[in-house]
C-alpha cells in the first residue's frame, strides 16, 4: 500500500515559471524525502525534511511540511526543460526503518 | 564514485519462466533495497538487508520470489515462475549504514531492470 499521494498526478508549464508539487500522507511520520525520477532512470534524491523541521531550502527547491496537515510541498523556482521528470514523496512512518513512496507528479517544462 | 550497477537492464519472458535480476551497490553500503515500480505508480518495497540479513521481507511474495545478499555485498532477485502482473521495473537501492538508529539514510538508486512478461 501507498501511504503518500501526490498532487496533481501531473503538471505542465512554461520554462521559467514555478512548479508546485503537494504530498499528502496518513500516519506520523520520522522525516519525509523528495525524489526525481526521469523517463526509464531510477530515481534521485532530492531533500530530506525531519519531522520536527518546518522548511528547508537546496538551490531552486524549497520543501515545507506541516505535520499537524499531513502534508508537504515541494517548490520548483524558475524551472527549466532539464526539470521534466516525475516527483515523489517518500515518507518513513513513526517506528519504522522503511520508506514509503507516494504516486508521483509527472512534470513537464515546456521550452 | 560508482552508482549501483544493476542488470540486465531489460527483459522479455514467456510467463511461467524463472528470471533472476542484479544488483551491486554503491561500496561501503550496507543497507540494500529491492523495490518493484509498476508503470504510474511510486516504487514498493520488496525487501531490505541491512549486511547480509533480510531484515523487512513483509511484502516479498514468496510463494514465488526469493532473494539473497550473499557476502553482504551483491544481491539477486529472482522470480519463479513469472506471471503476467509480474511485468514492472524492478529497482535496487543501497543506502550507507543508519548510525543513529532511525533510517534517515538517502537511497542511492539503481537504473532499473524492466521485466516484460509474455
Not at chain 1, 508549464?13 to 526525481?36: D, F, P, V
Not at chain 2, 532477485?77 to 537501492?93: F, M, R, T
Amino acid at each position: 500500500s501507498q501511504q503518500g499521494e501526490e498532487d496533481p498526478q501531473a503538471l505542465s508549464i512554461q520554462e521559467g515559471e514555478n512548479a508546485t508539487m503537494n504530498c499528502s500522507y496518513k500516519t506520523s511520520i520520522n522525516n519525509l524525502q523528495w525524489y526525481r525520477q526521469n523517463s526509464g532512470r531510477g530515481l534521485v534524491h532530492l531533500i530530506l525534511i525531519r519531522s520536527n523541521e518546518r522548511e528547508k531550502h537546496s538551490g531552486r527547491l524549497r520543501v515545507t511540511l506541516d505535520t499537524s496537515k499531513k502534508s508537504s510541498s515541494l517548490l520548483i523556482t524558475a524551472s527549466r526543460a532539464a526539470d521534466t521528470a516525475s516527483y515523489f514523496c517518500a515518507t518513513s512512518p513513526g517506528g519504522t526503518y522503511k520508506y514509503i513512496f507516494g504516486t508521483g507528479t509527472r512534470l513537464k517544462v515546456l521550452a | 564514485e560508482a552508482g549501483v550497477v544493476q542488470s540486465p537492464r531489460y527483459k522479455i519472458i514467456e510467463k511461467k519462466q524463472p528470471v533472476a535480476f542484479w544488483c551491486n551497490p554503491i561500496s561501503g553500503h550496507n543497507t540494500l533495497y529491492w523495490y518493484r515500480q509498476n508503470l504510474g505508480q511510486g516504487p514498493e518495497l520488496l525487501i531490505r538487508y541491512e549486511n547480509e540479513e533480510a531484515v523487512d521481507d513483509s511484502q516479498l511474495p514468496k510463494d514465488r520470489f526469493s532473494a539473497e545478499r550473499l557476502k553482504g555485498v551483491d544481491s539477486t532477485l529472482k522470480i519463479q515462475p513469472a506471471e503476467l502482473g509480474d511485468s514492472a521495473v524492478y529497482l535496487c537501492a543501497s543506502s550507507p549504514w543508519g548510525r543513529t538508529g532511525t533510517n534517515t539514510d538517502t537511497q542511492y538508486f539503481g537504473p532499473g531492470t524492466r521485466l516484460t512478461v509474455l
